[in-house]
């Protein structure tokens, strides 16, 4: 099946350093989206793309779905300590909208945030 | 308060018991789904629903059951045949016409 390839697995940072992370595939997808879940929480959406080059930010956050579909990016500018938690990458291979691929999601493995004040 | 509720927060059980864990959402969405969650992994699909009294095998469906009798509801049972069931259940659920999927606060199972 689809993988998704998330990197790193983890991120140890000072307040106020910006962090990037990525998540590549063998496969196209038409949908990335970037998750945060804090522990013992459900995950919760951070930003949504639909279309290859975008580039779409959210506070300071921002993230690129690649030119080639195959990979995204998220960037975090000048963290601070509640941005601690695991950010998931998840990719649809083709659009629900209209279509058939009844939404189903591939998730990375997850990249396990911390950040020292 | 518009949104997805998954209860009980933390459930024990013996081993060898069937459990059921509740989903409801009051989003009107008809698309719902249910996640598997171990350490150090990403969420993997048990099962999903496109509409009420349907519904599809994910990709780690085994010793596991659904039912969607009310488009609100999608009650996950865990059953006996489960062979390593502990771990954090995950809902979601989907609006129609978009990719997003919008979680709950998840079901953490012990089997004892």
């Known amino acids: 099946g689809q993988q998704l390839n998330q990197s790193p697995q983890s991120m140890f940072i000072q307040e106020g350093e910006d962090v990037s992370m990525n998540c590549t595939s063998s496969?196209?997808?038409?949908?990335w989206l970037w998750y945060k879940q804090d522990p013992g929480e459900g995950p919760v959406l951070l930003i949504a793309?639909?279309?290859?080059?975008e580039l779409t930010s959210n506070g300071r956050l921002t993230a690129q779905f690649g030119i080639t579909r195959k990979d995204s990016f998220l960037n975090i500018s000048a963290s601070i300590p509640s941005d601690v938690g695991i950010y998931f990458c998840a990719g649809l291979a083709s659009s629900n909208a209209g279509g058939t691929s009844y939404g189903k999601l591939t998730f990375g493995q997850g990249t396990i945030l911390t950040v020292h004040p | 308060d518009g949104g997805i509720t998954q209860s009980p927060k933390y459930l024990f059980r013996k081993e060898g018991q069937n459990v059921t864990l509740s989903c409801e959402q009051n989003l009107n969405h008809d698309a719902m789904y249910w996640y598997r969650q171990d350490p150090g992994q990403g969420l993997r699909l048990i099962y999903y629903s496109q509409i009420v009294n349907d519904f599809q095998k994910g990709d780690i469906a085994e010793g596991y059951s659904v039912s969607r009798e009310k488009k609100e509801s999608f009650p996950l049972t865990v059953t006996s045949a489960q062979k390593n069931p502990t771990a954090f259940y995950l809902c979601?659920?989907?609006?129609?016409?978009?990719?997003?999927?919008?979680f709950g606060p998840g079901t953490r199972l012990t089997v004892l």
């Open positions: 979601a659920s989907r609006p129609d016409n978009t990719d997003t999927q919008y």
């Open positions: 793309l639909y279309k290859a080059g």
């Open positions: 496969s196209i997808f038409n949908t």
